[in-house]
C-alpha cells in the first residue's frame, strides 16, 4: 500500500482500496481524497460511514445521548466550525503541553525508515508529519525506503486545513490525507506498521469498532498508539483541573474561534470517556497484547498502547 504511494509522489492525496478491492488510480486535484460507497470499506454504509450493523443504539454527545446514527455528523460539525484555529486553540486550551505529550508520543512509537503510519482522526497532520521528520532523522536514513504516513480523518475541513502545514515541508510525496470513518477505514487488512489516534477517539461513535479496525489494518507486529485526555490521578486535581477545563476552555471557544458550544461539547466528551483501566481493557478486547498507559501531566492526557501479535 505505501509502496504504491510512493509512485504518486507529485500528488497529495491517495485513493487507498478498500478491504478487498485493487488500489484504485489517483485523480490530480492536489485536495485529500473521500471515498464513495464502492470503497469505503464496509459494506451497506450510510452517510454517517457506519455499517447496518453498528447502528441502532444511542452514543454520548458530550453530556447527552443521541442516536448512534447521528453523532457522526454532529462530531464533524464541531470539527467544521474549529477546523482553521484548531492547532491554535490547542496551544491555548493546554498552554503548548499537547506538543509535549505529542513529542513523548512519538518518542513511543520509535519512528523508522520504510515503516507506513496510519494516524486516524489525524486532523492537520501535526503527529503525521513529526512521525515522518523523525523517521528521516535516523542515522541510515538515507539508505533505506522513506518512511511514509497517512493521515485519516473524517473531517473534510479538517485535512484540507492541513495542506499548509504539509505545503511548507518536504513531506507531500509520503504524506496521503483520506477522509474517512475510524469505524470503516477504507484500508486493506494488514496494511500498516503503526496505527495512531490522538485526541480523537472519544469522538468516535462506536470505540469498540474503531479498536477493532486499528487492529485489523495493522501488520502483525504492528503498534497501536492512542493519546488521549484521561481522568486525573487524585480527586483534588480532577476538581481543580474540571473547574478550569469547564470553565476556561469554552470561553476561549467563544472568544478565539466564536465557537462556545463546540468547546463545551468537548470537555463534556473528555469527562464521559472511560478511566484509563477500563479503556485499557477495551484495547484487550480488541485483541491486542501488551497493552499499558502512561498517565502525562498527572492523568490530564494517557497514552494507551498495544501491539498486535
Known amino acids: 500500500m505505501c509502496q504504491e504511494k510512493r509512485a504518486h509522489a507529485a500528488s497529495n492525496l491517495f485513493p487507498i482500496s478498500s478491504r478487498n478491492d485493487k488500489p484504485q488510480s489517483m485523480t490530480s486535484d492536489n485536495a485529500p481524497w473521500q471515498p464513495d460507497s464502492r470503497s469505503s470499506g464496509a ?9 447496518d450493523d453498528q447502528t441502532g443504539g444511542t452514543a454520548s454527545f458530550g453530556f447527552r445521548d443521541v442516536k448512534d446514527t447521528e453523532k457522526a ?12 484555529r484548531y492547532d491554535l486553540m490547542n496551544d491555548l486550551m493546554s498552554c503548548g503541553i499537547h506538543r509535549i505529550w505529542k513529542s513523548i508520543l512519538i518518542d513511543r512509537l520509535h519512528p523508522q525508515p520504510g515503516r ?25 536514513a538515507a539508505l533505506k525506503p ?5 493521515v485519516c480523518d473524517i473531517n473534510y475541513k479538517m485535512l484540507a486545513a492541513g495542506l499548509t502545514r504539509s505545503q511548507k515541508t518536504d513531506h507531500t510525496c509520503v504524506m496521503a490525507r483520506v ?14 506498521d503503526a496505527y495512531t489516534i490522538s485526541l480523537g477517539i472519544r469522538n468516535v461513535t462506536h470505540i469498540d469498532s474503531a479498536l477493532n479496525e486499528a487492529y485489523r ?27 478550569y477545563s469547564f470553565n476556561v476552555i469554552p470561553w476561549l471557544g467563544e472568544h478565539v ?13 473528555i469527562r464521559r470517556f472511560p478511566n484509563q483501566k477500563a479503556f485499557a481493557r477495551m ?12 498517565n502525562l501531566t498527572g492523568g490530564v492526557a494517557a497514552l494507551h498502547f498495544g501491539k498486535k501479535i
Open 217 to 243: 489494518v495493522l501488520k502483525r507486529g504492528g503498534i497501536f498508539v492512542c493519546l488521549e485526555f484521561s481522568h486525573l490521578i487524585t480527586e483534588g486535581l480532577q476538581a481543580a483541573y474540571d473547574t
Open 43 to 51: 459494506t451497506n454504509t450510510g452517510p454517517n460511514g457506519l455499517s
Open 179 to 192: 477522509c474517512g470513518n475510524a469505524e470503516s477505514i477504507p484500508l486493506a487488512n494488514k496494511s500498516v
Open 257 to 269: 474561534v466564536g465557537d462556545r458550544e463546540s468547546y463545551q461539547y468537548l470537555v463534556e466528551s
Open 73 to 84: 455528523g454532529l462530531v464533524r460539525g464541531v470539527f467544521d466550525s474549529v477546523a482553521t
Open 146 to 150: 522513506t518512511a511514509s504516513a497517512i
Open 116 to 140: 507506513c503510519l496510519l494516524d486516524m482522526a489525524g486532523g492537520t497532520g501535526d503527529i503525521a508529519d513529526a512521525y515522518l521528520r523523525r523517521a528521516a532523522s535516523r542515522p541510515d
Open 283 to 294: 484495547i484487550e478486547e480488541a485483541g491486542f497484547q501488551h497493552v499499558q498507559y502512561e
